[in-house]
């Protein structure tokens, strides 16, 4: 089981950033999945998650309105765009999936059994 976050980079405050995370070993669209970030010395913080059953989607209020979660189930692949990108949004950013978290704890990090090894997002302002 393997999840490969990429699409992170610098950019100013303002732009826009698109990442991805590819899957391999297990079937997306069976598990819960989330974007969590993580800034130096803070804790990790919830982003967005899709549920596993429904599809419903979850943000944090930081960023609803700005970021949107997505799946591709032919190429197993999750997605988060994020537009109008601030500087308190630098962090190292992580997909997680899991396959029977429940959704009162979607936005916990600590019950999902699967982890992208990161992606770093750095906006400037």
């Known amino acids: 089981v393997q999840l490969q976050a990429s699409g992170g980079g610098v950019v100013q405050a303002g732009d826009s950033l698109r990442l991805s995370c590819a899957a391999s070993g297990l079937n997306l669209r069976r598990y819960a999945v989330a974007w969590f970030r993580q800034a130096p010395g803070q804790e990790r913080q919830f982003v967005a998650a899709?549920?596993?059953?429904?599809?419903?989607?979850y943000y944090a209020n930081s960023v609803k309105g700005r970021f949107t979660i997505s799946r591709d189930n032919a190429e197993n692949t999750l997605y988060l765009q994020m537009n109008n990108l601030k500087p308190e949004d630098t962090a190292d950013y992580y997909c997680a999936a899991d396959a029977s978290i429940i959704t009162s704890s979607l936005r916990t990090w600590t019950q999902y059994d699967h982890w992208g090894q990161g992606t770093q997002v750095t906006v400037s302002s």
């Open positions: 899709i549920s596993r059953t429904g599809g419903y989607t």
